[in-house]
């Protein structure tokens, strides 16, 4: 297995522009986290979904976020409209269950300008 | 939901010497709890976890221990290596899971030749 994939890797755009990030979990984990790391605030858990249902988005900051997950093989998380204040690396986590290893992704460096 | 505190935010140690990380969490039915490192530019990664039914692991260098009573887990380093500079994370699974795996603020640990 190739691993947890995020695309793209980075992204620059203006503010007010619509941002889409995405995911593809480990074939057969079926819980899938969204963070977001910043300097200041550490690994902060946005979202977390179990067998494709949200379970806890209350680390969402705000309505401009949202995350879907329309199937075990696929998740986005979409800010629309992005603000600089949402520049950040984000991260999704897969694993089997939430009480196992939780195998990152790379990575998408989010630039808002 | 559950929160957890990680202390110090920055440790500073010399080769060979011991590195101890504190973390604190607020839900008593926690039962699950990870360390990853994280290396600059990279991806955190699992290096132990342990649950609650244990009071201590071990795994070589590394080992973690858990006090309940408290809700406090630590994380032991010895014999440090250059190679153990990194941030570290801990992190808690609340009793129903339903809050998904919560990270402390990270450590920056400097290992001074």
């Known amino acids: 297995d190739a691993g947890v994939i995020q695309s793209p890797r980075h992204e620059v755009t203006e503010m007010g522009q619509e941002v889409t990030l995405r995911c593809k979990p480990i074939?057969?984990?079926?819980?899938l986290f969204w963070y977001r790391q910043t300097m200041m605030r550490g690994l902060e858990l946005l979202i977390y979904?179990?067998?494709?249902?949200?379970?806890?988005d209350s680390g969402m900051p705000e309505d401009r976020f949202s995350a879907k997950m329309p199937n075990a093989s696929f998740s986005t998380l979409k800010i629309q409209p992005s603000e600089p204040r949402d520049s950040a690396v984000y991260f999704c986590?897969?694993?089997?269950?939430?009480?196992?290893?939780?195998?990152f992704g790379q990575g998408t460096r989010l630039t808002v300008v | 939901g559950e929160n957890v505190e990680q202390h110090p935010s920055t440790l500073s140690v010399q080769e060979g010497d011991s590195a101890v990380i504190k973390c604190t969490y607020s839900?008593?039915?926690?039962?699950?709890f990870p360390w990853y490192k994280q290396e600059l530019g990279k991806r955190p990664q699992l290096i132990i976890d342990?649950?609650?039914?244990?009071g201590e692991k071990k795994d070589q260098r590394i080992a973690v221990t858990l006090n309940k009573t408290a809700k406090h887990f630590s994380l032991h380093i010895t014999e440090t290596q250059p190679e153990d500079s990194a941030v570290y994370f801990c992190?808690?699974?609340?009793?129903?899971?339903?809050?998904?795996?919560?990270f402390g603020k990270g450590t920056h640990l400097i290992i001074q030749p």
């Open positions: 986590a897969s694993s089997y269950a939430v009480r196992a290893e939780a195998f």
């Open positions: 074939s057969g984990h079926n819980s």
């Open positions: 979904f179990n067998n494709n249902v949200p379970i806890d």
């Open positions: 839900d008593s039915a926690s039962n699950y």
């Open positions: 342990i649950r609650s039914n244990v």
């Open positions: 992190a808690a699974v609340s009793g129903g899971g339903a809050d998904g795996l919560t």
